[in-house]
């Protein structure tokens, strides 16, 4: 009887193993940590010699650095919108401009999330820190899969603060930021103390998560709001920063990063569980692209789109390596489905492809990108890519020329001709298989005024915080 059960749990194992080639544990946990435009160069892994990231360093001595894996978009909404659902947002709707508070827009509830298909097989789904796909209700993070959601709905520049104003009511004042608990707002972001919290605040209610839900598999969301503009620092933490506060932010996250992954650590999760680190555009001013040219928003050369990205799980992904195949942030869906045992929507395209093996860092794994898209803008196939800025297309072999300073297009008009073709039918392909995002009718911001709500730092029962600003 006991050899049969033996055989029994045995036979069962293999199963588990040849259902989810990627790992032996069949429902592995899932640690997004997404950062709001930090650069290539912005941390120890991807070269930075001034900003502190010990916690990253580590993670990237036991992980993998992914050097070649890219956003499918430059900005907040869009970016995400592709993250959530393995698809480009020009197909569903949500390019363009990022989605202001109180706007009609958002991504479609009918949309499948990482959080939604997580569900299927039987995750908790926690999101911890900036949203920024609608924040009309039918948008917010509890309609779109997510179990449990602590954060501000947009970014944190679209405040009072923000003299620039609302573009959706002709540059009115930002209402106040609020801060939400599932739907509701607990408290109001008042100042640059406040500011100065949210990545310690993200951290501890993401820390909670993994405490409360340690028994089953869990995916943990964590866009952090940090390091977008404006940005604050605690005078501590200021002053260990040489009195820089961009340093102080990176710094920040690295902080966050180390706490996360100690707590996994301590509740011996660590060799259950997927961590992911990467940004969601190129870097705003303050932060470093490295070797890379470009930024924040723009065109799209390399420091547009390329991120800083380490993958870390203690004795699946093997210490210490590094990988140039290309992933993109809409090959995450597939990956997680593959790694889960969960099914790719049929029903409809999704853009990215299954890139588990090189998060793994397994051994001559190969990237399924023969092909890379930047949007519709630009195309790359091995060292080659073609770039369009403004009306004329730019072609950079990446191999020789990675800050992408070398227009050589017209020393190769046959490859010009032939990569752009090539983007062209791309732009066509997605033109032609569009999904809407949603619209609410009567679209409001989710608060007016403050009322009765707490300064954040009243609610953290920190009253007596300061922010150190720039
Ligand atoms: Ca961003």
């Known amino acids: 009887m006991k050899n049969l059960l033996t055989k029994l ?5 293999a199963l588990a193993i040849l259902a989810n080639p990627g790992s032996a544990i069949e429902k592995p946990n899932v640690v997004l940590i997404f950062i709001d435009d930090m650069g290539y160069g912005d941390i120890g892994p991807f070269g930075n010699k001034v900003n502190r990231t010990p916690n990253l360093d580590r993670m990237a001595r036991e992980g993998n650095v992914l050097r070649q894996f890219y956003v499918a978009n430059t900005a907040c909404t869009p970016s995400r919108s592709a993250l959530m659902t393995g698809t480009y947002a020009h197909r569903i709707g949500m390019d ?27 995750y908790a789904t926690g999101c911890f820190g900036k949203w920024h796909l609608g924040d009309q209700r039918p948008f917010l993070p509890l309609a779109q899969g997510f179990d449990e959601y ?37 408290a ?10 949210l990545c310690e605040v993200v951290t501890d209610e993401a820390i909670e998560f993994i405490r409360a839900r340690q028994k089953q598999p ?51 999760l660590a060799e259950n569980t997927l961590v992911i680190f990467t940004s969601d555009n190129g870097g705003a001013a303050g932060m470093s692209m ?18 800083p990205t380490i993958c870390w799980w ?62 519709v803008d630009g195309i790359r196939r091995g060292p080659w890519k073609l770039v369009r800025v403004r009306r004329r297309v730019e072609l950079y072999n990446l191999d020789d ?23 062209a039918q791309h732009a066509e392909r997605i033109a032609a298989d569009t999904r809407p995002a949603a619209f609410v009718e009567n679209a409001k911001p989710i608060i007016s005024e403050p009322g009765d709500l707490p300064r954040l730092r009243d609610f953290l029962g920190m009253p007596n915080v300061r922010a150190a600003a720039k």
């Open 314 to 375: 203690p004795r699946t992904i093997p210490a210490g390596v590094a990988t140039d195949e290309i992933a993109v942030t809409t090959d995450i869906l597939p990956t997680l489905a593959r790694l889960t045992g969960a099914s790719v929507p049929n029903d409809r395209t999704i853009d990215g492809k299954d890139v588990l093996d090189v998060l793994l860092g397994k051994p001559g794994a190969k990237s399924p990108h023969e092909l890379h898209y930047y949007e």
């Open 218 to 268: 869990f995916f943990l969301y964590v866009p952090h709001a940090y390091v977008h503009l404006p940005r604050f620092a605690r005078p501590k933490i200021f002053e260990k920063a040489a009195r820089d506060v961009n340093r102080s932010n990176v710094e920040e996250v690295d902080t966050s990063v180390g706490r996360l992954l100690g707590t996994l650590r301590e509740l011996d």
């Open 188 to 197: 109001y972001v008042s100042d640059g103390a406040d500011q100065s919290l």
């Open 150 to 186: 602590f954060g501000i709905p947009y970014s944190n520049d679209m405040w009072p603060g923000n003299k620039r104003g609302n573009p959706l009511t002709n540059r009115g004042p930002y209402t106040p930021l609020p801060v939400l608990r599932q739907n509701d707002p607990v």
């Open 96 to 122: 363009g401009r990022v989605v202001f508070p109180g706007e009609k827009r958002g991504l479609n509830p009918k949309e499948i999330t990482l959080a939604e298909l997580l569900k299927t097989r039987g």
């Open 290 to 307: 490295g070797p890379l040219r470009g930024g924040k928003g723009g065109p799209k050369y390399e420091g547009h789109m390329r991120e």
């Open 401 to 423: 020329d990675i800050g992408e300073k070398n227009n050589i297009a017209a020393k190769h008009p046959e490859l010009v001709a032939e990569l752009s073709k090539l983007l």
């Open 9 to 13: 749990v045995l036979a069962s194992v």
